[in-house]
């Protein structure tokens, strides 16, 4: 069974760091395009960041570019969301996703794109 379980969130306060984690099991994604998502309190689930299959692109939404650092070690079948400068406003469940299919491009921005989903970790941002 494919599992993606993401680890790492907690409460810090603003300009804190946090690093997210997210460990697949089931089959490899080494050759997978990787998603994190997140979503606010009664706010839709929004894109935050992907890496492409080869690992060679990494995407990032504007709100979060310079801030948030996305990497992949392949090896531990893990991907990760290293997050700087913390604001209130990422408050959020962070979500890891992955596309079904290896090899291929995908439009990264969309969730529709992605076919499996972690549960979720919490990041709360004090002021």
């Known amino acids: 069974q494919v599992q993606l379980v993401e680890s790492g969130g907690g409460l810090v306060q603003a300009g804190g760091s946090l690093r997210l984690s997210c460990a697949a099991s089931g089959r490899t994604f080494s050759n997978n395009a990787m998603g994190w998502f997140r979503q606010a309190p009664g706010k839709e689930r929004e894109f935050v960041a992907a890496?492409?299959?080869?690992?060679?692109?990494?995407y990032y939404a504007d709100s979060v570019k310079g801030r948030f650092t996305m990497s992949r070690d392949n090896a531990k079948n893990t991907v990760y969301l290293e997050m700087k400068s913390l604001k209130p406003e990422d408050t959020a469940v962070y979500y890891c996703?992955?596309?079904?299919?290896?090899?291929?491009?995908?439009?990264?921005?969309?969730?529709?794109?992605?076919?499996?989903w972690g549960q979720g970790t919490q990041v709360t941002v004090s002021s």
């Open positions: 996703a992955a596309p079904l299919r290896p090899y291929s491009g995908i439009n990264v921005y969309t969730d529709r794109s992605y076919d499996y």
């Open positions: 890496v492409s299959w080869s690992g060679g692109n990494t």
